[in-house]
């Protein structure tokens, strides 16, 4: 499967934004979908993954209560939405597949398949 992330831009603090990861490929019902992020100066971090159904989820505890994850197997696509954005959040945004499993995982070495990456840029 071939991932491409799309959807960062600049926005203030407060605002939001929606990340799109769509897949080219076959089976993408098939893989798990995680989101991570690279910020300037540190190592990438797990943001949230979603189940080949949806119906299951894992985030990053501090950012269940401002980011969203949902997909659309018929239109091969991942959302993340993110709300209440801070600076903090400033970082590459990537969404990464795997599809060897069933459980949904946060750990960066289980996705084989990764995204370009889009920034996301948070202003004071």
């Known amino acids: 499967v071939q991932l491409r992330a799309f959807g960062g831009g600049l926005v203030h603090a407060g605002g939001f934004l929606s990340l799109s990861c769509a897949a080219s490929g076959r089976s993408f019902s098939s893989y798990i979908i995680g989101w991570y992020r690279k910020a300037p100066g540190k190592v990438r971090e797990f943001v949230v993954a979603i189940s080949q159904s949806g119906n299951s989820t894992v985030y990053a505890d501090s950012l269940q209560d401002r980011f969203t994850i949902s997909r659309d197997n018929a239109k091969n696509t991942v959302y993340l939405q993110m709300n209440s954005l801070k600076p903090e959040d400033t970082a590459v945004y990537y969404c990464?597949?795997?599809?060897?499993?069933?459980?949904?995982?946060?750990?960066?070495?289980?996705?084989?398949?990764w995204g370009q990456g889009t920034q996301v840029t948070v202003s004071s």
């Open positions: 990464a597949a795997y599809d060897y499993s069933d459980y949904v995982s946060r750990t960066e070495g289980r996705y084989d398949h």
